[in-house]
């Protein structure tokens, strides 16, 4: 357990040393993906001038490790030291992101190494997820999980929110060769304060013979669909992903596109979507330890049916003007972010702290690499929905399959599942 860590209650986690440095050093990964990601996409367009094509399969390169390595290194990280993983991959970050002003400098940049470059990020993201998740429980007591996943997710929503604006300010501001200098410092002060975190982890059984990876991570996927109240919060976030696929991939589009929305119309939009899950993430401990994890988790799975459900069924006469817009497509997103706020450290925490140490890194890849196939999937079939039946109806059905993931929780025994009653011990 990280130091001090019995002497805290669960409104008092960024008094644990070992938390403080783990939550400072996941902001800074936060805001540097965030930044990131605006300059990533402006050397796609700018630089390399990639076609369509190549800019879907650098799109692509992003989500592959997820497909083909999440179950392998979710078990990878049963057996290693997750502290030293993410100290790691912070260090091989900032070396694969300092190598890209070289590149620009060199005028070596071209779609071929830019790919390279986005695939070693891809998969050092990956690892450093792998392990972020399955360490938390060793740095903060079980009472103090929900308020620790509720700190990390307010720290989330403000990067996510604000990363792309500072990104862009700073990529007009130095130019993209010193703005990847400044992303690579960030990754290796990241990797720094990982490194000053004292944690004692368990280490892992010795491994029977005839057994490899492959028998350890069918256990991950038996544990996890068999467990009474894991198999109802996998089943229905997967099912949740299945939806959020689709609306994420057409709601841009179709605010921008359908509903002629000016561009700055939709960032006020998406700005409010950070503020809904900001508020969230404050609520969500509060409601967990009121109503109990299931019932926080439920009432996340039926706000977010509201919105999507709004937007099928308001005519598009009616918000053609810029005021009546800017409301609709702000309050969408506000109470979409509003309910992936109280629900997201809710399932998180319940999940870390009903789960074995030893089996916490197979059974968050499970339910991770499931979510990615999912969302993968439910895109491609997001805009071929939209061509055959229109974005009202598909944004119903989207609505439909988030009542679905509700049903799946309140027909189950997660349900009444609380937070101080987890036990690792129940199947």
């Known amino acids: 357990m990280g130091d001090a860590a019995d002497r805290t209650g669960t409104d008092e986690v960024l008094r644990i040393r070992a938390f403080r440095l783990f939550w400072s ?17 402006v050397l796609i367009v700018t630089v390399i001038a990639a076609s369509p094509v190549e800019i ?14 999440g179950l392998v290194i979710g078990a990878l990280m049963d057996r290693w030291s997750r502290q030293r993983t993410l100290v790691v991959t912070s260090i091989g970050r900032a070396i694969v992101l300092a190598a890209v002003p070289v590149l620009l400098l060199t005028g070596t940049l071209t779609f071929w190494s830019l790919a ?3 695939l070693a990020l891809g998969i050092l993201t990956l690892f450093a997820d ?6 938390l429980p060793a740095l903060v007591p079980r009472n103090a999980l929900v308020p620790a996943n509720a700190r990390l997710g307010q720290s989330e929503t403000v990067a996510a929110t604000a990363g792309p604006a500072v990104g862009g300010a700073l990529l007009n501001l130095l130019g993209p060769p010193l703005l990847f200098v400044v992303e690579s410092v960030i990754h290796a002060v990241s990797a720094v304060l990982q490194s000053r975190i004292r944690v004692q982890e368990a280490g892992p059984p010795p491994r029977e013979e005839g057994r490899h990876l492959g028998h350890e991570i069918a256990d991950g996927l038996r544990y996890t669909y068999r467990h009474r109240t894991l198999r109802p919060l996998a089943l229905s976030v997967h099912i949740w992903f299945l939806g959020n696929s689709l609306v994420a991939t057409l709601f841009a589009v179709y605010v921008l596109r359908e509903l ?9 939009a998406l700005a409010f979507g950070g503020v809904g899950g900001f508020v969230g993430a404050v609520l969500a401990p509060s409601l967990g330890r009121r109503f109990g994890a299931g019932r926080a988790i439920l009432c996340g799975r039926l706000l977010v049916v509201i919105p999507w459900a709004a937007l099928a069924l308001v005519p598009v006469d009616v918000v053609r003007s810029t005021p009546a817009l800017l409301v609709l497509v702000s309050g969408v997103q506000f109470v979409y972010g509003l309910s992936m706020g109280i629900e997201d450290a809710n399932d998180s925490g319940y999940r870390q702290a009903v789960a074995p140490d030893g089996i916490q890194g197979r059974m968050n890849s499970t339910i991770r690499t499931v979510n990615r196939v ?20 598909t944004f119903a059905l989207a609505a439909g399959v988030f009542v679905i993931a509700a049903l799946v929780v309140l027909f189950s025994p997660l349900r009444d599942a609380r937070h101080e009653t987890a036990s690792t011990s129940h199947l």
């Open 116 to 118: 390279v470059v986005i």
């Open 260 to 268: 002629g929305a000016a561009p700055w119309v939709y960032g006020v």
């Open 56 to 69: 879907g399969v650098l799109s692509a390169l992003g989500v592959v490790p997820y497909l083909f390595l």
């Open 374 to 393: 999912v969302f993968f999937f439910g895109a491609l079939l997001a805009g071929a929905l939209a061509m055959l039946v229109g974005y009202a109806l």
């Open 130 to 135: 792998s392990a972020g998740q399955p360490l």
């Open 25 to 41: 050093a996941t902001t800074l990964r936060a805001f540097g993906g965030a930044i990131a990601g605006v300059a990533f996409q």
